[in-house]
């Protein structure tokens, strides 16, 4: 089993940043790939970036791309995401995801999840 535990979500203006952070517990995380979701109110979860088990490999979702950054780091067993120039619409509950296989993770099939952390976005 492995425990996710998000951090890092708050308020922020349009055009900030926020670093979130993704502790993992019960089992080292250097053999799932890792990956960040979100989901705002009335709307279903959305893929925001994935990163390989080696961290050599990352993805994007297209409304993130050039702004989020997704890294790990596999000796502190801990994920993280960088947003910078944050907007309005990324406002929604953010989620750390763990898999065992990248394409499965990418589409939202994750062996295990965080609870979320929330992240507001005001304009």
């Known amino acids: 089993q492995v425990q996710l535990v998000e951090s890092g979500g708050g308020l922020v203006q349009a055009g900030g940043s926020l670093r979130l952070s993704c502790a993992a517990s019960g089992r080292t995380i250097s053999s799932y790939d890792m990956g960040w979701f979100r989901q705002a109110p009335g709307k279903e979860r959305e893929f925001v970036a994935a990163i390989s088990r080696s961290g050599g490999t990352t993805y994007y979702g297209d409304s993130v791309k050039g702004r989020f950054t997704i890294s790990r780091d596999n000796a502190k067993n801990t994920v993280y995401l960088q947003m910078n120039s944050l907007k309005p619409e990324d406002t929604g509950v953010y989620y750390c995801?763990?898999?065992?296989?990248?394409?499965?993770?990418?589409?939202?099939?994750?062996?295990?999840w965080g609870q979320g952390t929330q992240v507001t976005v005001s304009s």
């Open positions: 995801a763990a898999s065992l296989s990248g394409p499965e993770l990418r589409s939202g099939r994750a062996d295990y």
